[in-house]
């Protein structure tokens, strides 16, 4: 893949843990558990989820952002995606180069229509990653590596791909226990030296692995239900995450995090919590 020649500055990200600057969100207006596609659903299938509380707490979690000096887009909503919250999944910023998936439950296809609209009405060129299906939620970036999770979601083939395409980079497959969605629902980088990682989704090699490369907050199963590692970082070891989750917030803060608690229960319901619902266009180091 060729490097645009021209730089602009409304797209770049190099990591999970710059400042964040620009990123994209969507309201959980017509949020609702249709197709139970993962085990959260499962779960909260007969509970439901109360919109206008969905709305409240996005409400909330759009502010605080804006109140640590992140400029928040909001995708328009469409009644026929009741994903649409989850903005992650539909794309990820690597360098000055936004990727756009190809979704792989047919209750999500189309809301990467929704992205390529508005990238086009703003002027944003994309790469549109039609060949193999991949979801933002397995792409985990970190510098020069990206941790691309093997899922239902994700194949080999797309990790293939991306490593064809991005030859400066390391791309590393990391297969997980596919009741877990995403990668960033077991594991997600937080700093230059410090994870968060749900063991027993993962391989031995792997756990060895990232445990050669990061201090690890270890989450326990109560918690990763309570999608603890899904935290998002904005910058400056700042950290948004779930009040419920009280022992990897204490986790964070031993190692220097702010820890900033937005409580989205009612979003998490349907199995993804504050990285599934960004998707960071900016991140300044």
Known sequence: MEERPETNNKTYCMSEYDTLKRVILCQPQYMTIRDVINETQKHFKKEGIH???????????????????????????HKKYPEQVFTRDIG?????????????????????????????????????LVEERIEGGDVVIDGNTIYVGLSERTDAKAAEQLQRLLNQF?????????????LDCVFNVVSPEVALI???????????????????????????????????SIGNKRVLSLPVNKNVNKQLRDRG?????????????????????????????
């Open 92 to 128: 990820f910023t690597l360098g000055q180069t936004i990727f756009v998936a190809k979704m792989a439950t047919d209750i999500r296809e189309g809301e990467e229509d929704v992205l390529k609209q508005w990238l086009e009405d703003e002027e944003i060129s994309y790469y549109n």
């Open 170 to 182: 390391n791309v590393i497959p990391i297969p997980f226990k596919e009741k877990y969605l995403h």
């Open 257 to 285: 995090f702010e820890v900033i608690e937005v409580d989205i229960t009612e979003i998490i319901k349907s199995g993804g919590s504050f990285r599934c619902c960004t998707l960071p266009l900016l991140r300044e180091a």
């Open 198 to 232: 749900y063991p027993k989704a993962l391989t031995k090699e792997d756990i060895e692995l990232f445990s050669s490369r990061y201090d690890l907050i270890e989450v326990s199963e109560e918690e990763q239900f309570q999608l603890g590692t899904n935290v998002l």
């Open 51 to 77: 919109i206008e509380r969905a709305l409240e707490q996005h409400d909330v979690f759009v502010k605080t952002l804006k109140d640590h000096g992140v400029e928040v887009i909001l995708l328009p909503y």
